[in-house]
């Protein structure tokens, strides 16, 4: 079956760094993606990977080995504002999108 | 603003009872989506459309069924609501003709069936 393991809930301090990780088993893989969701909101867009390495957008990187069927999320600089779930989201060899449960990042001032 | 909209924001449903949650969007979006969500699960997929006039299963389609009349409609209906059936739905786009396409998600609608 396909599997997307991320840790439910996390803890940071604002002003931190916070890495949130994602592995994947799927059938096949044509990118992944992380979005952002705020208790009671839709989920936004922040990343697309689908090539190794590390693609950055501001406070934001996003991270992918394919070969390990990883990926990670580094949030710099934490603001209360990024409390929130993030979801990883990979899309497998016919195109479908298959979800993680997210994970809750809490952030203590 | 561009974007989609979803309607109701919020439905008490009575077991047994029909009903449609509305989803439209002004992007021109090929393809479109129905997801619900559930505390501790991730989105799951109910049907899907890539194109105006045809749409699919996903993998949760039972108890439900869509409709594509035209590029902008994706409505979904539950013909007889069960208390299983209560979450949230979200509806999302997106423009489909490219593998990376980032989804756009509309705000959601809650729904509890008694």
């Known amino acids: 079956g396909q599997n997307i393991d991320q840790p439910t809930e996390m803890t940071a301090t604002e002003g931190a760094i916070v890495q949130i990780n994602c592995t994947y088993q799927?059938?096949?893989?044509?990118?992944l993606f992380w979005y952002q969701q705020h208790a009671g909101e839709a989920p936004t867009f922040l990343s697309y990977n689908v090539l190794d390495g590390l693609e950055e957008k501001g406070r934001f990187s996003s991270f992918l080995s394919r070969s390990k069927g990883y990926s990670y999320l580094l949030l710099k600089e934490l603001q209360m504002k990024d409390s929130a779930s993030y979801l990883c989201a990979v899309t497998d060899s016919n195109y479908q999108l298959i979800w993680g449960a997210g994970t809750k990042l809490i952030i203590k001032p | 603003i561009a974007g989609i909209t979803q309607a109701p924001t919020s439905q008490i449903l009575a077991a047994g009872r029909r009903m449609t949650l509305r989803c439209t969007q002004d992007?021109?979006?090929?393809?479109m989506y129905w997801y619900r969500q559930d505390l501790g699960l991730g989105l799951r997929l109910i049907h899907y459309?890539?194109?105006?006039?045809?749409?699919g299963k996903g993998e949760v389609p039972d108890g439900y069924s869509v409709s594509r009349a035209n590029t902008d409609d994706f409505p979904l209906t539950l013909a007889s609501a069960v208390p299983s059936q209560t979450s949230v739905y979200f509806c999302?786009?997106?423009?489909?003709?490219?593998?990376?396409?980032?989804?756009?998600f509309g705000n959601g609608t809650r729904l509890t069936v008694t």
């Open positions: 459309s890539n194109t105006a006039g045809t749409t």
């Open positions: 799927t059938s096949g893989f044509n990118g």
């Open positions: 992007m021109r979006h090929n393809a």
């Open positions: 999302a786009s997106s423009d489909g003709r490219r593998g990376n396409s980032p989804l756009h």
